[in-house]
């Protein structure tokens, strides 16, 4: 199993930003996936979670509304969209294979941080 996130960086608060975990070495399309989170200092929570066709999903409600979780199968791609983006949501972000993990088959993970 091989994920790779990437598409994190420094943004104000208010801004946004999209995140893709590409996916290699397994069944994509058979796999739910998550995007998950630790902050500094913190533990690592559950953000968002969608099912193997992308039609469900579910989101810690901090970010609901605010944040989407999409896949493309036909690319082995999972992808985050995070709007209004606050100082809390600061963290570490991975992509891990499963419905609401936050270990097991995951990325090294890629780091948003928001301040102004």
């Known amino acids: 199993v091989q994920l790779k996130e990437s598409g994190g960086g420094w943004v104000q608060p208010g801004g946004s930003l999209k995140l893709s975990c590409a996916a290699s070495g397994f069944d994509f399309k058979d796999n739910h996936m998550t995007w998950a989170r630790q902050a500094p200092g913190k533990g690592p929570e559950w953000v968002a979670t969608i099912t193997t066709n992308g039609v469900g999903a579910d989101y810690i409600r901090s970010v609901e509304g605010r944040f989407t979780v999409s896949r493309d199968n036909a690319k082995n791609t999972l992808t985050l969209q995070m709007n209004s983006l606050q100082s809390e949501d600061t963290a570490l972000y991975y992509c891990?294979?499963?419905?609401?993990?936050?270990?097991?088959?995951r990325g090294q993970g890629t780091q948003v941080t928001v301040s102004s």
């Open positions: 891990v294979v499963g419905w609401k993990r936050i270990d097991g088959d």
